[in-house]
Nanobody, 115 residues
Framework: QVQLVQSGGGLVQPGGSLRLSCTAS????????MGWYRQAPGQERASVAL???????QYEASVQGRFTVSRDNAKNTVYLQMNELKPEDTADYYC?????????WGKGTLVTVSS
């Protein structure tokens, strides 16, 4: 069973940057999308950034221009570069890789934006 291993969360001051990584433990074939979701306390999980293979990206309006989703095929990894972070970006962030026949979720990593 392929697992997605996340890293890169933590505490950052407003205006700072973080990069999240999500690496698949094995090969996933027929990938359709690779993306990042977040869930703040008391809120539902929602899409933040989506990479529709091969190169189309979609972003939630509040992160457009600040966040960038990318991938490294050789490393089976998807990244989320987050710049100009705001307190309202504080949430648990989850990666998801969706293939034709099934989807895979990471276990989440906490991002806290606070001074």
């Amino acid at each position: 069973q392929v697992q997605l291993v996340q890293s890169g969360g933590g505490l950052v001051q407003p205006g700072g940057s973080l990069r999240l990584s999500c690496t698949a433990s094995g090969s996933i074939v027929d990938i359709v999308t690779m993306g990042w979701y977040r869930q703040a306390p008391g809120q539902e999980r929602a899409s933040v950034a989506l990479l529709i293979l091969p190169e189309t990206t979609q972003y939630e309006a509040s992160v457009q221009g600040r966040f960038t989703v990318s991938r490294d095929n050789a490393k089976n990894t998807v990244y989320l570069q987050m710049n100009e972070l705001k307190p309202e970006d504080t949430a648990d962030y989850y990666c998801k890789i969706r293939a034709v026949d099934m989807g895979y979720w990471g276990k989440g990593t906490l991002v806290t934006v606070s001074s």
